[in-house]
């Protein structure tokens, strides 16, 4: 009898020892892995922020112990959602000014003006997210009705694409400028005037003559801390932010080391001549949370404000053609200096001029390296004879694009052209990968529009009947994959993040539905319950 006792106690006490310790076990789940095989899980073991196991839950509980054990319920878990392309550090900012998003008309664009300062009574009023396309007259606004309203209050309003500027008289006279006096020949950009007069609107490069007071810290701060809070909301776990400054980067590190600032950031520093000076000779910068290894240069404007540069002119807009940001010959200086560092190209190119432009500067600097992993933002309209410039160079999209602009783009570039706009299917052929982003605040933070957009091709109103252009439609599973390990992919971060695997990052999301099976038109309905950063809840 106490040989018999004696061996269920050394058999207990070995299952036990076979059992780790670990720090958190969520088990009876729906896990969509996205490793190499997409193979599908239902539990895994995290320790020290990183996944150690993934597997059944039998497999997972048998082997693991913890004292915080999350059981799913069948719920759809995917890694922490990567957002490719988008503007963190200006959605942020976005909170603390007058939001335009939405505005069906410019009185409404001046309703929601009034508001604001009525509410803040700031000195400089500043905001974004108004679009005339949106409007029963699609025609730019001008500053006449400000003037009257505000005649001592500066203004300065960002169209949604971030492209065009709507300023009132009292910021021209800020700016030391007026209505007669100001540059007249000026490249990359265009004053908009009418008689001889400016009526307030600024394309571009003429944006940089309007001075806006900087953000304090404290904004800053309170910033950086609100975009979080909404981007977790919606599973996203890492951000691209394309576009920012040494001080925006170095708060950042900051508030990332005392723990506020909790998500990954993948910075794209601005590409003024100081920044590239300046990280060029530093080298890369890089922690767990945040990764400084690349650059973000302008090729041209948008399409919504004929900004974007087009190799025959436009077709609602005779003898206009869009233009390059800078000359030629200073795309090839930047990208021969960037070439000859560690750090990654990132262009934003929208018309077929400017990508075709942008693509062989690339071709030339890079001389056929195969894994230099430079990006083209956007790729919205690309020439037909140019698609097979991208074998080696990653497609950066953001399908909301293409639902958003499907109303009035074709009148802009025609019906032949057009064919070549939006093509996520073709620059993934061509590719193999796609990194998918918002362009937030252009677009919504909802990662769930973008997956909607590219798989649906329809915009939230069920428009068109049958989708837009759906030759050039994702698959779920392309989808996924380039909201998650392609993304991390064009960030050279596949090994540490991108899929729910053994030895990365523990970043998840549990979503409210099946995104891989729910119904095309109740993708947009999908949230994230839960949101997960190196195993810790953070939603």
Known sequence: ?????????????????????????????????????????????????????????????????????????????????????????????????????????????????????????????????????????????????????????????RRVDGHALLVND??????????????????GGEFITKNGRLTGVLIDAAMRYIKIPPSTRKESILGLLDAQKINFSYGLTTVDDAGISQPTIELIDSLQNTGDLKIRIYAMVSATQQNLDYYTKKGIIKTDRLNVRSFKVYGDGALGSRGAAMKKPYSDRE?????????????????????????QMNTHAIGDSANYWVLNVYKEALKNESDRRWRIEHAQIVDHQDFDLFKNVIPSIQPTHATSDMYWAEDRVGSERIKGGYAY???????????????YPVEQVNPFLTFYAAVVRKDIKGYPANGYQMENALSREETLKGMTIWAAYANFEEHEKGSIEAGKFADFAILSQDIMQVSGEKIPETTATSTYVNGEKVH
């Not at 021209?172 to 007249?184: A, I, R």
Request: net charge positive.
């Open 170 to 187: 009292a910021a021209l006279q800020y700016s030391g400028l007026s209505e007669t006096n100001f540059p007249k020949d000026i490249s």
């Open 1 to 157: 009898m106490k040989k018999l006792i004696f061996l269920i106690v050394l058999i207990v006490s070995f299952t036990s020892c076979k059992q780790q310790e670990v720090d958190l076990i969520v088990t009876n789940a729906n896990i969509y892995t996205v490793n190499t095989n997409f193979s599908k899980a239902q539990a895994f073991a995290i320790k020290n922020g990183k996944f150690l196991a993934v597997g059944t839950t039998q497999e997972i509980t048998e082997n693991y112990t913890a004292k915080e054990i999350v059981d799913a319920q069948g719920q759809t878990i995917v890694p922490g959602l990567i957002d490719a392309h988008c503007h963190f550090y200006g959605l942020g900012l976005q909170q603390q000014r007058v939001n335009l998003e939405g505005t069906k008309s410019f009185d409404e664009v001046i309703q929601q003006i009034s508001k604001f300062q009525d509410e803040k009574n700031v000195s400089y009023i500043t905001g974004r997210g108004w679009d005339q396309n949106d409007w029963e007259v699609k025609e730019f606004p001008t500053k006449k009705k400000l003037d009257k309203l505000f005649p001592r209050t500066p203004i300065a309003i």
């Open 319 to 343: 003898g206009h053609f869009g233009a390059l940001i800078y000359s030629p010959k200073r795309y090839q200086e930047i990208a021969k200096q960037i070439a000859a560092s560690a750090y």
């Open 425 to 439: 299917k073709k620059l993934l052929d061509i590719y193999g990968k796609v990194a998918l982003g918002t362009d």
